[in-house]
């Protein structure tokens, strides 16, 4: 549980307390400092920002140029030369394939305890949350894991927002990056001055168990931000101030008066969402075949446009430039040369069947490096129930450990959910189990489930039937849905029974039946 740092005390007292945190374990900067310039440089950062350019399609093809050497033997980019940068988003698809996959339905929480259930999905099984997930595993996906902060609104409501992955520097307790010590987050604002004039100011934030610490960096230096004081809490919490007898202090017009008290969570409010164990963003294991296909197929483009099927060489004609050579390749097809006078022809010929056979090596290679599925694989839509499942199997995988890894996350987010609970007067759920099960989707053999699910009734329970179920979204949902229908058949049939037996009644006394 989040605790106060100072409560129930008199005004002076509480400046008093600000004072003393403020210099309670205070963070050197020269570490945090070197600590950022260390991090803006990093290659791991870097390639964060790659994937992010890669998953906007702004690929290396992009910045691609022809050249040639002229006459003196300067390199210049060509102005007459077609140049196609022809972009295949296959990272962008496959981080798409991914998150549908993982997270197409809502994934369900279970407990003994029901009303903890009810509680907790309020947070985290309605379908807003469930939108932020799929955002936080795309970003997860692309740059190897994703950050959570937890926060309070204006409100005094627990949210919890995404904090960009390249702007956070964790500084892990162990090395399997399960426990955090402190962060540092470091964001750029623009900020505006009166006379119009605009300034980049970078803010940073070094978050710990006793607060956060607010400073600028400028010019490799940390100075304090003057937006904020040297050290708050994670967030306020308003309560009634005292005197220094500890009597209710009074506003003019009696009513009583707050002070707001900076409070911290027993955790750092920062929780990571990972992609893998080792948080390794997909494009590391595809970029260099995506990139090589990107060349390929331009490179094919290229010589498409530019050369024709055929060129006519004129000897003994002035020689021309190198420019002058291309342009009039473009234009005339011919080729002017000097020399013995003469016209041939000379055939271009391009083996389109190799490049079709390397291009076709290279999008099966892309889709196997980064464990996804080509949908269009020729076979894939005739494929049996079984082979689906076959095709399936290196995405099932990979989306198995991703389950792992937000589960554990989760549970993490968990923490704050029930703390917030108990906080605010509610029931404590602090030792309250559960488990959480990601429903993943993709192509399934719904057939063959349905017959298996019904092979099973009374060998396993319904719960789990239901639960497996491809038709079913939320198994806590379609169980009280099926309760309901099952009471309203019910309750029809004794309708029917009572109205039979009414009928009967009321022709009793006739035995003609006609009721006269």
Same mark, same amino acid.
Request: aromatic content about 10%.
């Given at each position: ?234 967030? !306020? *919490?308003? @309560?009634?101030?005292? =005197?220094?007898?500890?009597?209710? +202090?009074?506003?003019?017009?009696? #009513?009583? &008066? %707050? ?42 483009? !290229? *010589?498409? @446009?530019?050369?024709? =099927?055929?060129?006519?060489?004129? +000897?003994?004609?002035?020689?021309? #430039?190198? &420019? %002058? ?192």
């Amino acid at each position: 549980m989040f605790f106060l740092n100072y409560q129930n005390q008199s005004l002076l007292d509480l400046k008093a307390a600000q004072s003393q945190l403020a210099t309670l374990a205070k963070p050197k900067v020269e570490f945090l400092s070197a600590a950022i310039t260390e991090f803006q440089e990093n290659p791991i950062r870097k390639d964060m920002l790659k994937a992010q350019d890669y998953y906007a399609l702004k690929h290396d093809i992009t910045a691609a140029r022809r050249t040639y050497i002229d006459r003196y033997g300067v390199r210049k980019e060509s102005t007459s030369l077609t140049n196609s940068k022809l972009v295949h988003p296959f990272f962008r698809k496959q981080v798409k394939q991914k998150v549908n996959y993982l997270l197409s339905k809502e994934f369900s929480i279970t407990s003994e305890d029901q009303v903890f259930v009810e509680q907790i999905s309020m947070f985290l099984e309605d379908r807003t949350f469930h939108r932020f997930l799929k955002s936080i595993a795309t970003h997860s996906i692309i740059n190897g894991l994703a950050w959570i902060q937890v926060y309070y609104d204006e409100m005094g409501e627990l949210q919890f927002k995404r904090i960009p992955t390249e702007e956070v520097i964790p500084f892990w307790k162990d090395i399997d990056h399960t426990e955090l010590e402190g962060v540092i987050r470091t964001y750029q604002i623009m900020r505006y001055a009166a006379d119009g004039s605009k300034e980049l100011i970078t803010k940073v934030e070094y978050h710990t168990t006793q607060g956060v610490w607010y400073f600028i960096h400028d010019k490799n230096q940390l100075k304090p931000d003057p937006d904020h004081a040297a050290l708050e809490g994670h967030f !306020n *919490v308003r @309560q009634p101030a005292v =005197d220094d007898l500890g009597r209710p +202090r009074l506003n003019p017009d009696g #009513s009583p &008066e %707050e002070v707001s008290i900076a409070a911290t969570w027993e955790q750092l409010p920062f929780i990571p969402f990972k992609y893998n164990e080792d948080e390794v963003s997909l494009l590391r294991m595809i970029k260099s075949l995506m990139d090589d296909y990107d060349a390929v197929s331009s490179s094919t483009s !290229n *010589v498409i @446009q530019d050369t024709p =099927d055929s060129i006519k060489v004129v +000897r003994n004609y002035d020689g021309t #430039s190198k &420019e %002058e050579f291309v342009e009039n390749l473009n234009t005339f097809r011919t080729a002017f040369v000097s020399g013995d006078g003469d016209v041939t022809g000379l055939d271009t010929h391009m083996d389109i069947a190799a490049i079709e056979a390397h291009l076709t090596r290279l999008r099966k290679d892309i889709y196997e490096a980064g464990v996804s599925v080509d949908t269009q694989t020729e076979d894939l839509g005739n494929a049996s129930g079984v082979a689906l499942k076959f095709r399936y199997a290196d995405l099932d995988m990979d989306m198995a450990g991703m389950a792992a890894e937000f589960t554990a996350s989760l549970e993490r987010l968990m923490w704050f959910v029930k703390t917030d609970i108990v906080n605010k007067g509610g029931p404590n759920f602090m030792d309250t189990e559960f488990e959480i099960q990601f429903n993943m989707g993709g192509i399934v053999d719904e057939q063959g489930i349905i017959a298996n699910a019904k092979a099973s009734m009374g060998i396993i329970s319904d719960e789990t039937i239901r639960a497996n179920h491809p038709w079913v979204l939320d198994t806590e949902k379609e169980t009280k849905a099926l309760k309901k229908q099952k009471e309203a058949e019910m309750q029809e049939q004794l309708d029917f029974m009572a109205q039979q037996s009414q009928t009967a009644f009321n022709n009793s006394g006739d035995p003609s039946g006609s009721g006269e």
